[in-house]
């Protein structure tokens, strides 16, 4: 099974800021996945990260708010840009282990101010 | 595009009771459904993993069901214990796309 780490684990963090969100994993995957989980709700899908590709991104989520970026098979960022309040969450990042079960990082648990 | 509802939203046991927990699926084409479970301010622990070719899964006293054709999935836990105080999640996925939540039960067992 895929071993993800996240940094930061949490941060405060002042609006207008930016952050970005680290995702390691300890074996090479093709697809790596992000989510947000506001506070009391359930995981939400940012965006599809697949290592030399533009990440796909859902609906109610864009790349100048959300740049991800993959530059290899291991590896992976998310920025929160021009962050507000409304950004408070719990950012995962989850990898696919193929043809098996989907394995989630830690999470960054993250307060904007 | 595929929706993953669970009920209860919240349910509360004694110890020792068995209970089931409901996941409803809207696209029955799936390739993955997978239980997890939350612990407050943690992350997602997987739990039980049950491919589209199968019918179930068991791990101790956790019991995952699968039936494509309604288009629902249950989790049984058996003999329950205050430490499986937890949030349940459901999700659902399609060969290479993300999983889709569900919005998750919270489950409290009372000793």
């Known amino acids: 099974s895929a071993v993800i780490s996240q940094k930061p684990s949490r941060d405060i963090c002042q609006r207008g800021t930016s952050l970005t969100i680290q995702c390691q994993v300890d074996?090479?995957?093709?697809?790596m996945f992000w989510y947000r989980q506001q506070p009391g709700q359930s995981l939400t899908l940012i965006a599809t990260a697949n290592q030399g590709s533009e990440a796909t991104y859902e609906s109610g989520f864009v790349i100048d708010k959300f740049p991800i970026s993959r530059p290899n098979l291991t590896f992976s960022t998310l920025t929160v840009s021009n962050m507000s309040p409304e950004d408070s969450s719990i950012y995962l990042c989850?990898?696919?282990?193929?043809?098996?079960?989907?394995?989630f990082g830690p999470g960054t648990r993250l307060t904007v101010l | 595009k595929q929706e993953v509802t669970q009920i209860p939203a919240a349910l509360s046991v004694p110890e020792g009771e068995n209970l089931v927990l409901n996941c409803s699926f809207t696209?029955?084409?799936?390739?993955?459904l997978q239980w997890f479970r939350q612990d407050p301010g943690k992350g997602l622990t997987s739990l039980l993993l049950i491919q589209s070719s199968q019918r179930e899964q068991t791990s101790g006293r956790l019991n995952a069901s699968l039936d494509k054709s309604s288009g629902r999935s249950t989790l049984y836990i058996a003999a329950s214990q205050p430490g499986d105080s937890a949030t349940y999640l459901c999700?659902?996925?399609?060969?290479?796309?993300?999983?889709?939540f569900g919005k998750g039960t919270t489950l409290s067992v009372s000793s």
């Open positions: 999700a659902a996925n399609q060969a290479g796309t993300a999983l889709i």
């Open positions: 074996s090479q995957v093709t697809m």
């Open positions: 989850s990898v696919e282990d193929p043809g098996g079960p989907r394995f």
């Open positions: 696209d029955s084409a799936i390739y993955n």
